[in-house]
């Protein structure tokens, strides 16, 4: 297998000094090559710049010709590619321990530099062998740089596909104004409280929140508090350790340790217990976790944006939520807005709907009338952009190629020409003949849809459908729920 040569930019404005450097990489010729000498920093600049030539690590003289030399030199190679390694030849230091010099050059951006000669050596760089490991040295760390620029660039694409992913539909005032808001809230790294009705999308603001952060590469953790079984609420946020207690046959990292560096997303907050609310506020307060079985604290950095749907004023004033923990969230404030407030956003909100379930449920995408579309733009929206979604799913399963106004009325359960529960969930007919397990499947995802339409969290749509939240979550998940 070849090796690739490393290839050597030289600035030198002294022939005696090129012929002295060529010398000592003479042995390495097979694997060093220095493709082009220059003898002042303009003309090195133009290659780099150019790309005329690939180089990967550049050796020049502290001290040439033509004004662009030195720590300005190294700095504006540098700005051309951060990967580039720069080592300095100088003969400033000769006889001289000169910490401050290379303090500066290694803050300019060289990795090493080496002294000339000491005014007896006439064929080589002086010390040769550090000279010639420096080199090789040079040429694995930008490797590595070059590996973690791409890593890094991998990363940004994937944060990019999913804000596109998670876009926030809309253009109207109040989308567009949420849209500067959570970009001024992003830039600072403080704890944000996000409140507004069932079905807002505030798990998609708390998204766009973290992936416009600095804290965009690391993980972003959407935690429901509602779904949390009160008596694991504890060690479900914060972890206990191997033996903590009967049961506990292996470590177990919490929510919190899990989402270190990154964010961690706590949805219907008013539903943890007081106890677990003191517990927060002291991570909150101090940046570490008390691990269960754990001897000591545990340190953590972590964002915690908490969202709730209910009146978390009220829910103070009746003392079911702490009121030092409130204003410890509440350092940002975002209100999500009800769709009935941009009802302008509603045919854009349609259109992406239809082709996201399109792919979704490989079903086709009917067409809609311009008085059905009309109708749909003038509801009312209790259940927010997620009732929507909820609509547009039973249009597509309804199998008309063009949805009329009697169609959007039925799906919005406005007539009675279908199946009606005892509770006055209703269900339309499908046109034609399908599986039972298919037609319960049907069933079961506008029946979850109606009872979360109709709830204000989660937690209580388990309860009232007699389920266990984890169990609940599982359901909506196996339906394509979220």
Not at 117 to 146: C, H, M, V, W
Not at 238 to 251: I, L
Not at 299 to 327: G, H, P, Q, S
């Amino acid at each position: 297998m070849p090796i690739n040569k490393i290839r050597i930019l030289l600035i030198e404005d002294e022939e005696f000094d090129v012929r002295r450097v060529r010398k000592t990489l003479e042995p390495f010729s097979d694997r060093i090559d220095i493709v082009q000498v220059v003898s002042n920093g303009k003309a090195a600049v133009e290659i780099l710049e150019t790309g005329s030539h690939r180089i990967d690590v550049v050796i020049m003289d502290f001290q040439i010709a033509g004004g662009l030399m030195g720590e300005t030199l190294i700095r504006r190679i540098k700005s051309i590619d951060t990967t580039l390694q720069i080592i300095v030849i100088t003969k400033m230091t000769i006889n001289v321990t000169d910490f401050q010099f290379a303090s500066q050059l290694i803050t300019a951006g060289a990795m090493w530099y080496c002294t000339k000669y000491p005014g007896d050596i006439e064929d080589y760089i002086y010390q040769p062998t550090d000279f010639l490991l420096s080199i090789f040295n040079a040429y694995e760390k930008r490797q590595l740089a070059i590996s973690k620029r791409k890593a890094d660039q991998k990363l940004e694409q994937t944060v990019q596909d999913r804000l596109t992913e998670k876009e926030l539909i809309g253009e109207s005032y109040p989308i567009l104004n949420l849209k500067k808001v959570i970009k001024r809230t992003a830039a600072h790294d403080t704890n944000v409280l996000i409140t507004g009705e069932s079905g807002t999308g505030k798990e998609l603001i708390a998204a766009h929140i973290h992936y416009q952060s600095k804290r965009r590469l690391e993980i972003f953790l959407p935690v429901n508090c509602g779904s949390l079984p009160a008596h694991l609420i504890e060690s479900e946020l914060f972890g206990y350790e191997k033996g903590a207690f009967t049961g506990a046959e292996k470590e177990k990292q919490g929510f919190f340790e899990l989402a270190d560096k990154g964010t961690l997303f706590l949805d219907e907050i008013t539903e943890l217990p007081l106890a677990t609310q003191s517990s927060l506020l002291r991570v909150l307060q101090d940046g570490e976790i008390d691990k269960i079985g754990r001897q000591g604290k545990l340190k953590v950095n972590v964002r915690v944006i908490a969202a709730t749907n209910m009146d978390i004023r009220e829910e103070v004033r009746e003392k079911r939520f702490r009121e030092d923990l409130f204003y410890r969230l509440n350092v940002v404030s975002l209100t999500a807005p009800p769709l009935r407030q941009h009802l302008d956003d509603v045919p854009l909100l349609l259109e992406h709907y239809l082709n996201y379930y399109q792919q979704q449920m490989n079903l086709e995408k009917p067409s809609i009338t311009v008085e059905a579309k009309a109708m749909l733009a003038r509801h009312e929206w209790k259940g927010n952009v997620r009732e929507l979604q909820n609509v547009v799913q039973r249009l597509m399963v309804s199998g008309h190629k063009s949805v009329e106004k009697a169609d959007v009325r039925t799906a919005l359960g406005m007539d009675r020409d279908h199946i009606t529960a005892a509770n006055g969930a209703s269900y339309s007919l499908p046109q034609e003949i399908k599986s039972l397990k298919e037609v319960e499947r049907t069933f079961r995802l506008h029946y979850f849809n109606y009872v979360r339409e109709r709830t204000d969290s989660d937690a209580e749509a388990a309860r009232l459908l007699g389920l266990a939240p984890p169990n609940f979550h599982r359901m909506c998940k196996e339906l394509g729920i979220k």
